[in-house]
């Protein structure tokens, strides 16, 4: 198989999921000069590159939402010890005027 059939061959590979082989396909044909096997390197590139920006993407999503939901928990335990807080306090001043009350 010579350089004018390894664009189309490394199509078909790509289509059965071999896009590494396919890759060498392309780079091998694109180094003879065939410029559609170049533009298949290009697109295979290009998808490459979105595939691993999509994981940085995921990734970093998925430190921001740990980071949201531990910042969350804080908020919540320190509105409900704020709470507890104010809850004491109405019961100490409660008692406080229930004792003057009595007297």
């Given at each position: ?42 697109l ?21 939402y ?8 804080a ?5 409900a ?7 004491r ?15």
């Amino acid at each position: 198989m010579g350089a004018a059939r390894g664009p189309a061959f490394g199509c078909l590979l790509d289509l059965t999921g071999q896009s590494w082989d396919a890759q060498w396909w392309w780079q091998f044909a694109a180094g003879a000069g065939d410029l559609t096997a170049a533009y298949c390197l290009y697109l295979h590139q290009v998808r490459i590159t979105v595939v691993q920006h999509a994981a940085l993407i995921t990734a970093a999503s998925a430190c921001w939402y740990a980071l949201a939901v531990s910042v969350s928990a804080a908020a919540i335990t320190a509105v409900a010890a704020r709470n507890a807080d104010r809850r004491r306090d109405a019961r100490e001043v409660l008692k406080v005027l229930v004792r003057r009350g009595t007297r």
